[in-house]
């Protein structure tokens, strides 16, 4: 009888899926904030599965304005660990104190951002900056 359901299942698991996919959205105002900071670069910083990550920054289409990824899972290293933030600056080249992290967490990005000398923004989900 569980044999007989797994098709079921998967259609079930499927519509979650696409559901989940449709509702990736971007504020408003990200594309033109993205465009407004071309010739800068650019990298993200996010939490979790890299395959689902990913989907986010393609099926927004966003992926492009980053040239640097840096995903929990790929790096073994997650949020507020201070490591991914050490390993988005060694990717980037650049010295830790010329790197500027944006995030909407205190916790999770910036007290480690402050606690390894990077500067910072906090910016409110709503979009306004503190």
């Known amino acids: 009888q569980i ?7 998967k259609a ?13 959205i971007l504020f408003d105002d990200v594309v033109d904030m993205l465009h407004s ?20 920054l393609s099926c927004t289409n966003i992926e492009k304005y ?5 995903i929990s899972e790929e790096t073994g290293f997650a949020k507020p660990s201070v490591d991914i933030f ?3 600056v060694k ?7 010329s790197v500027i992290y944006v995030g909407d967490n205190i916790k999770t990005d910036i007290l480690p951002c402050e606690k390894i000398g990077m500067k910072c923004v906090l910016v409110e989900s709503a979009g306004h900056i503190q």
């Open 12 to 24: 079930l698991f499927e519509e979650y899926q696409k559901q989940l996919e449709n509702s990736w």
């Open 86 to 88: 050490y390993e988005a």
């Open 3 to 9: 044999e007989r359901s797994i098709p079921a299942f």
């Open 91 to 97: 990717q980037s080249g650049e010295k830790i104190d």
């Open 37 to 56: 900071l071309e010739g800068y670069r650019l990298g993200i910083i996010s939490n979790g599965k890299s395959i689902q990550q990913r989907a986010k």
């Open 66 to 70: 980053f040239e640097i990824i840096l």
